[in-house]
């Protein structure tokens, strides 16, 4: 099993018609696709970063794009259930990296942070940990 990185999953799911090297570096990435493989969580991080900061994709897409990567049967996330988590609580508001941080802390009693914005959406979706706001 391979592991792969945020450009491989960025090939196989973004047509990039603006850059030459798409079209002859996705072919690889659909065959590494193919075979049984494994995807980090911060590739997953990156990847995210990529869609939304590079690629300006709609964070629907950017849902679809990871729960169509985590319906691969033969593929592999590091720390699957909260991943899926982080892409939950995405979808109801919650920045990916702030969600998956919080999913990833599931056996700490409590999120410390200074970002209100984090700390009043994780309160409304009820997260576990919940996020505290430090003053």
Not at 45 to 65: C, H, N, Q, S, T
Not at 96 to 119: E, I, N, P, V
């Amino acid at each position: 099993m391979k592991a792969l990185d945020t450009n491989v999953l960025a090939r196989f799911f973004i047509d990039d018609d603006d850059d030459p090297q798409a079209a002859t570096q996705r072919p690889a990435a659909v065959a590494a696709l193919a075979e049984r493989c494994f995807v980090s969580v911060t590739v997953l991080l990156e990847l995210e970063w990529v869609m939304r900061g590079f690629y300006e994709l709609p964070k629907a897409d950017i849902a679809r794009v990871l729960r169509a990567l985590a319906g691969i049967a033969h593929v592999t996330f590091e720390d699957r259930d909260a991943v899926l988590a982080a892409v939950e609580a995405f979808d109801h508001g919650l920045d990916f990296a702030d969600a998956l941080h919080l999913a990833r802390s599931c056996r700490a009693s409590g999120f410390a942070t200074f970002d209100r914005r984090l700390a009043k959406r994780a309160k409304g979706l009820a997260l576990v940990p919940p996020a505290e706001l430090l003053a």
